[in-house]
């Protein structure tokens, strides 16, 4: 049998990680980092690369929180509208995040002509 164990939050000092987090930025972190090696073996700037790293990320954060509250808990939202502001509740659609995070890195490569 393997064995399971469930890791799901650490204290580290006053401050609670919790695990997903720290898995999403470390898959950011490691995604800019090697979109940044690729610019230097390609004619892009780094500069270039940071810009599209930004402008994906607050188009995928804000569209999974959007996603979350349209389709997975819209009556609570609407009963709530305060609510829909705090998304350190939890609530975010990786579907969301992550066709909107696509189509944030389209606008930006538009605007920048790429």
Request: proline fraction near 2%.
């Given at each position: 049998?393997?064995?399971?164990?469930?890791?799901?939050?650490?204290?580290?000092?006053?401050?609670?990680?919790?695990?997903?987090g720290?898995?999403?930025?470390?898959?950011?972190?490691?995604?800019?980092?090697y979109?940044r090696?690729?610019?230097?073996?390609?004619?892009?700037?780094?500069?270039?690369?940071?810009?599209?790293?930004?402008?994906?990320?607050?188009?995928?954060?804000?569209?999974?929180?959007?996603?979350?509250?349209?389709?997975?808990?819209?009556?609570?939202?609407l009963?709530?509208p305060?609510?829909?502001?705090?998304?350190?509740?939890?609530?975010?659609?990786?579907?969301?995040?992550?066709?909107?995070?696509?189509?944030?890195?389209?606008?930006?490569?538009?605007?920048?002509?790429i």
């Open positions: 049998m393997i064995p399971y164990f469930q890791l799901t939050h650490f204290n580290l000092g006053p401050v609670v990680i919790q695990v997903w720290l898995c999403v930025a470390i898959g950011i972190m490691a995604a800019v980092l979109m090696y690729l610019a230097n073996k390609q004619v892009l700037s780094v500069e270039v690369i940071v810009d599209m790293a930004i402008w994906i990320l607050i188009s995928a954060f804000i569209w999974a929180r959007v996603f979350y509250v349209a389709f997975y808990n819209l009556a609570f939202y009963a709530n305060a609510s829909v502001f705090k998304f350190w509740e939890g609530g975010m659609s990786s579907l969301g995040g992550f066709f909107w995070g696509g189509f944030g890195n389209m606008d930006f490569c538009q605007a920048a002509q």
